[in-house]
Protein backbone atom coordinates (compact mmCIF):
# COMPACT_ATOMS: atom_id res chain seq x y z
CA UNK A 1 0.00 0.00 0.00
CA UNK A 2 1.28 2.94 -1.06
CA UNK A 3 0.69 6.05 0.53
CA UNK A 4 2.06 9.31 1.09
CA UNK A 5 3.25 10.37 4.53
CA UNK A 6 2.75 13.93 4.06
CA UNK A 7 -1.31 14.00 2.86
CA UNK A 8 -1.71 11.36 6.02
CA UNK A 9 -0.08 14.10 8.37
CA UNK A 10 -2.76 16.71 6.76
CA UNK A 11 -5.66 14.40 6.83
CA UNK A 12 -4.81 13.04 9.88
CA UNK A 13 -4.36 15.27 12.61
CA UNK A 14 -6.66 17.63 11.88
CA UNK A 15 -9.92 18.51 13.29
CA UNK A 16 -12.37 17.21 11.15
CA UNK A 17 -15.59 18.99 10.29
CA UNK A 18 -19.22 18.81 12.60
CA UNK A 19 -20.75 16.42 10.28
CA UNK A 20 -17.64 14.01 10.60
CA UNK A 21 -17.61 13.55 14.49
CA UNK A 22 -17.38 10.37 15.22
CA UNK A 23 -19.74 9.54 18.29
CA UNK A 24 -19.22 6.97 20.40
CA UNK A 25 -21.62 4.54 22.18
CA UNK A 26 -21.77 6.58 25.69
CA UNK A 27 -22.13 10.06 24.37
CA UNK A 28 -18.50 11.55 23.42
CA UNK A 29 -18.41 13.41 20.37
CA UNK A 30 -15.02 13.29 18.57
CA UNK A 31 -13.20 15.25 16.11
CA UNK A 32 -9.68 14.28 15.68
CA UNK A 33 -7.17 11.10 16.49
CA UNK A 34 -5.76 12.54 19.75
CA UNK A 35 -8.67 12.59 21.11
CA UNK A 36 -10.10 9.07 19.82
CA UNK A 37 -6.99 7.52 21.55
CA UNK A 38 -7.91 9.30 24.86
CA UNK A 39 -11.58 8.30 24.75
CA UNK A 40 -10.82 4.88 23.96
CA UNK A 41 -8.50 4.49 26.87
CA UNK A 42 -10.84 5.81 29.16
CA UNK A 43 -13.93 3.19 27.41
CA UNK A 44 -14.91 0.54 29.63
CA UNK A 45 -14.57 -3.18 28.36
CA UNK A 46 -18.07 -3.21 27.54
CA UNK A 47 -18.22 0.03 25.85
CA UNK A 48 -15.06 -0.46 23.18
CA UNK A 49 -16.39 -4.06 22.60
CA UNK A 50 -19.37 -2.04 20.94
CA UNK A 51 -17.20 -0.41 18.81
CA UNK A 52 -14.46 -3.39 18.04
CA UNK A 53 -14.87 -6.88 17.85
CA UNK A 54 -12.68 -9.97 16.66
CA UNK A 55 -15.33 -10.60 14.34
CA UNK A 56 -15.06 -7.95 11.86
CA UNK A 57 -16.61 -4.97 13.69
CA UNK A 58 -13.95 -1.90 13.93
CA UNK A 59 -16.36 1.71 13.85
CA UNK A 60 -12.69 3.69 14.87
CA UNK A 61 -10.81 2.14 12.03
CA UNK A 62 -13.43 2.37 9.75
CA UNK A 63 -13.81 6.41 10.97
CA UNK A 64 -9.91 6.41 10.85
CA UNK A 65 -9.92 4.81 7.04
CA UNK A 66 -13.11 6.97 5.31
CA UNK A 67 -13.02 10.46 7.29
CA UNK A 68 -9.67 10.55 8.42
CA UNK A 69 -8.30 9.26 4.88
CA UNK A 70 -5.53 6.84 6.83
CA UNK A 71 -5.92 3.15 5.21
CA UNK A 72 -2.59 2.72 6.72
CA UNK A 73 -3.99 2.95 10.68
CA UNK A 74 -7.07 1.57 9.86
CA UNK A 75 -5.04 -1.54 8.81
CA UNK A 76 -2.87 -1.66 11.16
CA UNK A 77 -5.97 -1.33 14.04
CA UNK A 78 -7.41 -4.42 12.56
CA UNK A 79 -4.91 -6.82 13.45
CA UNK A 80 -5.65 -9.46 15.91
CA UNK A 81 -3.85 -7.74 18.81
CA UNK A 82 -5.55 -4.47 18.43
CA UNK A 83 -8.68 -6.25 18.38
CA UNK A 84 -8.47 -8.02 21.33
CA UNK A 85 -6.38 -5.61 24.14
CA UNK A 86 -8.00 -2.18 24.34
CA UNK A 87 -5.28 -1.01 25.50
CA UNK A 88 -2.68 -2.16 22.73
CA UNK A 89 -5.34 -0.31 20.58
CA UNK A 90 -4.61 2.72 21.96
CA UNK A 91 -0.98 2.16 21.98
CA UNK A 92 -0.94 1.66 18.24
CA UNK A 93 -2.88 5.26 17.67
CA UNK A 94 -0.41 7.37 19.85
CA UNK A 95 2.68 5.69 17.54
CA UNK A 96 0.80 6.49 14.72
CA UNK A 97 0.19 9.88 15.81
CA UNK A 98 4.02 10.12 16.83
CA UNK A 99 5.07 8.84 13.62
CA UNK A 100 3.23 11.70 11.74
CA UNK A 101 4.54 14.53 13.62
CA UNK A 102 7.64 13.38 13.19
CA UNK A 103 7.46 13.16 9.27
Given at each position: ????????????????????????????????????????????????????????????????REV????????????????????????????????????
Open positions: MHVDPQELKRTTLEQVPEESVFSVCRGDRISNLRDLANCIESLSPEEFKHHVSPEGRNHFADWILKNPLLAHDLNYPINLNNQQHYVTTIRHHVKWLESV
